[in-house]
């Protein structure tokens, strides 16, 4: 079986958690979509053992997907090598909530031998496409792509066509449903890592991979959920880890870290401070003391000393968001912020309850507001300003040099075309018009 994991136009609307990649590699409780999909098609048994595994991504993230998460392009047309496999295609959408439960959903479709579809009862998307390899050729005239369409394009445009599941699996469409779904999810997500790992268990709830240290009088408390601590985690002394936990291999705590409700780490972070039900991409450092709650973070961000983030309304009310001109009810009461890769925070920045802050923004004082994608934002100073990509450019050499990481030629397109695309997200507020 072909598979074909594709991000859909909605996929913007998960900005700017997806600004800088694809929509698969976004974590949720510790897991990603990708990741998921691989470890089905590494399995010794099943519909989808051994399948092939197509990404179909924006454009500029092409490079990006062959050289971090090693998923070849959908073939310009369909081949007869496609024709020639029995088992026929699966197209997933990018956009799943990459829980335990799917491989049970993406088992039962592969399995299936006619053709069938599951679509969002939310917005009518297709979210899961099986094509049998009769069905495939049957269309195969119809679905040769053209100038103005790829094929899967073509594929997604026929699969409307197919028989629908009565269920389908649930899907992202707002960034804050990423921390609604990993608070969700977290417990399930560590069990079944453990589960599926050669971990040691240090003490009752406490797993641990090679290389991890722990420092003195630390305060451990598993009642809610298992602790998992990745290959050279190195948790500093008088720290409190709270289940589930998950910390990236390579993650260093900080002396006097909380790590509460729910965390997940990526790898090589520097995590310190008090954070809870929180998710934070690699790379990512937030080392000294502040609060961090209900949040999403991505990619080599730096939070500078005592910046917190608000995630409870003084009403105790349920908390909306606004997305460029839409407002949402969350149906949450705890939910922080979001903050786009390579984004930083001065010391003692504030970030009110529900704010998102894109992709190369720099925060001081108080945001209070939601900050667009380069900017430099100092409302408090009543000092706003545009981030040109070149100064991103030369500070992301900076970092990555920090980290030992080899800035590439795609880096730094990266940020050429990330500066790019938000233009609209600045021209929609005329201070960041320069």
């Known amino acids: ?16 958690i997806t600004q800088s990649r694809p929509a698969y590699s976004v974590t949720c409780a510790s897991l990603r979509l990708v990741d998921r999909l691989k470890q089905l098609a590494k399995a010794s048994s099943g519909p989808l053992s051994g399948c092939a595994i197509y990404g179909s991504v924006r454009r500029f993230l092409n490079e990006i997907q062959r050289l971090d998460f090693d998923l070849a392009p959908v073939p310009s ?42 679509v969002d009862d939310q917005d009518g998307s297709v979210l899961l496409a099986r094509w049998s390899a009769a069905d495939l050729a049957a269309k195969r005239a119809e679905l040769e792509p053209d100038a103005q369409a790829t094929l899967t394009d ?25 921390v609604s779904w990993h608070m969700n999810e977290m417990q399930e997500s560590i069990e079944w890592r453990i589960a599926h790992g050669n971990y040691r268990q240090l003490r009752d709830g406490v797993f641990v991979d090679e290389g991890v240290q722990l420092g003195e009088y630390l305060s451990i408390n598993v009642d809610h959920g298992p602790i998992l601590l990745e290959k050279n985690v190195k948790v500093g002394p008088f720290c409190y880890l709270e289940g589930p936990l998950h910390a990236g291999a390579g993650t260093k705590v900080i002396e006097h870290s909380a790590l509460k409700d729910g965390v997940s ?12 039900a929180s998710v934070i991409e690699p790379f990512t450092n937030k080392q000294h003391h502040g609060f961090l709650g209900h949040s999403y973070l991505g990619s080599w961000i730096n939070l500078g ?22 407002k949402l ?8 912020c979001v903050i786009g890769d390579y984004s930083k925070s001065a010391i003692n920045t504030s970030i009110f309850t529900g704010k998102t802050i894109g992709v190369c923004s720099m925060l001081y004082g108080f945001v209070t507001s939601n900050v667009p994608s380069f900017v430099n934002y100092a409302r408090l100073f009543g000092q706003t300003a545009l981030l040109p990509a070149e100064v991103m450019v030369k500070t992301q050499a900076k970092m990555f040099a920090r980290r030992k990481v080899q800035q590439r030629d795609c880096d730094k397109q990266l940020i050429q075309d990330m500066y790019e695309q938000s233009a609209t997200e600045r021209e929609a507020a005329e201070e960041y018009m320069l």
């Open 1 to 16: 079986m072909q598979i074909i994991c594709f991000e859909d136009s909605r996929v913007q609307q998960l900005a700017p």
């Open 77 to 118: 047309s369909i081949d007869e090598q496609w024709l020639a496999d029995d088992d026929g295609v699966l197209l997933v959408n990018a956009r799943l909530v990459p829980r335990v439960a799917l491989d049970k959903v993406l088992t039962k479709i592969a399995g299936e031998t006619r053709s069938l579809c599951m």
């Open 154 to 178: 073509h594929l997604l445009a026929q699969s409307d066509s197919l028989p629908r599941s009565p269920t389908s699996p649930p899907a992202f469409h707002w960034p804050h449903e990423v």
């Open 265 to 276: 780490l990526g790898h090589t972070v520097k995590i310190g401070g008090e954070v809870e």
């Open 305 to 326: 000393a005592g910046t917190c983030n608000s995630d409870l309304k003084n009403t105790y009310g349920k908390i909306n968001m606004e997305y460029g001109d839409t």
């Open 329 to 336: 009810p969350t149906g949450m009461q705890f939910f922080g």
